[in-house]
Nanobody
């Protein structure tokens, strides 16, 4: 059974950078599409970026284009979200989610495996 664990979150000042990691165990990730979602308390979970099982990349949120980069290292069974020029509106809990051989989607339902989330706080 696939399990996902996020890490790399924390407190950063506006304009700073963080790299989130989504480490998989139990199964290999190479046939899974993996997306990053984020959620602010009281709001819907929002799809941020996706890397498909074939390596294609999609950013779902216009505000992260040019600032966030999703990538995968199948040898390390890990997906990353590199975030630059972070802004207070990026503050959220970030989750990674995996779906076997699916197309990238910013809907939560296609993904059947989720991590526990990692908090990202952007504040001065």
């Amino acid at each position: 059974q696939l399990q996902l664990v996020e890490s790399g979150g924390g407190l950063v000042q506006p304009g700073g950078s963080l790299r989130l990691s989504c480490a998989a165990s139990g199964l290999t990730l190479d046939q899974y599409t993996v997306s990053w979602f984020r959620q602010v308390p009281g709001q819907e979970r929002e799809g941020v970026s996706c890397v498909s099982h074939s390596g294609g990349v999609t950013n779902f949120v216009d505000s992260v284009k040019g600032r966030f980069t999703v990538s995968r290292d199948n040898a390390k069974n890990t997906v990353y979200l590199q975030m630059h020029n972070l802004q207070p509106e990026d503050t959220a809990i970030y989750y990674c989610a995996a779906g076997w051989s699916i197309y990238c989607s910013d809907y939560v339902t296609p993904y059947d495996t989720w991590g526990q989330g990692t908090q990202v706080t952007v504040s001065s």
